[in-house]
């Protein structure tokens, strides 16, 4: 057996890739080790978001990574074959530009070599898309990383003198060794033996982070306080998009806003007949009849005209988020809402442009599309022998025919991609997937973390056995691996409807197979003077992340 040293890469480190993160550190051999990379500098629990931008205490929704971490990291010490070993699991504080085989590319330089009592990563504060110009001389010149991950080019000031500087159309791909004047650990690249793709999806608006800014706490603190003060000053607020964001947004504005004597004109406008319909039908009964009783206006079976809508906002945008905006509908001309503010709550985008341009047969769409990672059963990316998908026409139908095909100028014969070994050593999971029918939750890729962790750990004890040369971990055939297949969970949820209810359709306690639907009350904190501050659910959040101490807790800049 080789005992160099060989890593996962998992990249996304909310509720999926932390998951499978954790999974692999706790049981991957001792020359293994795991590699996180996340562009946040804390975990964001972002199902708390609506709540915070509503009745405040964002700080809460930004727990450290150091408290999962460092446990981690002590207990693979604690076992004494591996004193002085390397660190078992590590956090780059990045975004991921590039994934080619068998390693990736950042955003950013970082050290490997960093002790490990904070993430990898550029000064704390230093904003990720307008780095110094210290660090902008060891980047790609005009290099900054957009929404999708990727470089774009920009005007950016002179570098340091002496620094070493790169012509503005090499790309990051191209760098290289470092140069002599740097110190050789710091790196670009990052290497992977397996790579789990966790980058989940772009939120809506709402829970949507600027780009522009860095992923810091600091900045998610000001973000939803900006939110919070902005339905703080509306009389008038539109909601678009009846899912479970815009029904807590509609129900905590409406209740908290009832209950301290200042009741806001709160609209929820729903493109389809009835809510949730995915789920039993008493939970779209119970979420009618709670914002009846918190009065808020519903408008069902209505679309809006989202271009136009998006443009008003880009205006209002401008002029300091002042000024009414007219919210249209499509079917009716004549038929508008007018509000102060408008939250718009529709769908989420797969967040799977690197995927697209590594393995663009494995998405739906093909290459530059934002269409959902096809896999296996055992949740590595399935790459299509059949080419692109079907072409979708201008009236939204979907074509397969010659003629839609030669528009795009695709070839209506199947493709048959050339095999690539690496594809094997790479899995996808959470919400960019299409898991097989199940629905995109945080419960949905916390499964499948343990479907794809338990299979890379069943496909590394394989390479072990088989692989008893160094080199030859590359040429094991991981095709005779017997997977575990993800069978998806059925459609649950946990929906608080107001500041103090909460509905849920979950498993049965005595038969897992049959779904209940309940209803508890979560009584208000008795510490706060707030309405809208609950009991210690958000302890609980924390305590997940190892982070109990009550100075950890009370510490919420931590």
Known sequence: MTTSSRSVLVIGGSYAGLHAAELLAQQLPSHWSVTLVERNTHFNHVYSFPRSAVAGQAHRNFIPYTGKLNKLNNQAQSDSSLSGA??????????????????????????????????????????IHALSSSVLADSPAGSVVTDSGYASSVTTKSPTKGKHQLASAQSIEQIGNPPADRAPQQTFQVGWDFLVYALGSHMPPPLHLPINQHRSKLNGVAFLEAQRAAIAAAEKIVIVGGGALGIQYACDIAHRYQLLGQPKHVTLIHSRPAFLPTFKPEIGQKVKQALADFGVH??????????????????????????????????????????????????????????SQFCPLAVLGGTGSSGLIRVTRGLQISPSRLGPSPVETPTGERSVCECGLASLQISSRPVVPKEN???????????????????????????????????????????????????LHEAVDLDQVE??????????????????????????????????VAEKTVVPDPESNDPGQTSSAWRDMWGRYDLVDEDQIRDGWA
């Open 298 to 355: 519903v408008v069902l079976g209505e679309r809006v005209n989202l271009a136009k809508l998006h443009a008003d906002l880009e205006i209002q945008k401008k002029l300091g988020g002042s000024g009414k905006v007219v919210v249209e509908s499509v079917s009716n001309e004549n038929k508008h809402w007018e509000a102060d503010l408008v939250l718009t709550c529709t769908g989420q985008v797969p967040n799977t442009s690197l995927m």
């Open 483 to 516: 997977f575990e297949q993800y069978v998806p969970s059925p459609p649950m949820i946990k929906l608080t409807l107001g500041l103090h209810r909460v509905v849920t359709q979950l498993r049965s306690a005595e038969d897992p197979d049959e779904l209940v």
């Open 86 to 127: 390397h660190p078992k699991i590590r956090l780059i504080n990045a975004s991921v530009t590039k994934i080619v085989d068998r390693k990736v590319f950042l955003d950013r330089m970082v050290d490997l070599q960093q002790p490990l009592a904070h993430p990898l990563s550029s000064p704390a504060h230093e904003p």
């Open 421 to 471: 070994p690496v594809w094997k050593r790479v899995f996808a999971i959470g919400d960019c997937v299409d898991g097989f029918g199940a629905i995109k939750a945080g419960h949905v890729g916390w499964n499948q973390a343990e479907v794809a962790a338990r299979n890379i750990l069943a496909s590394v004890a394989f390479l072990e056995r088989n692989a008893s040369t160094p080199g």
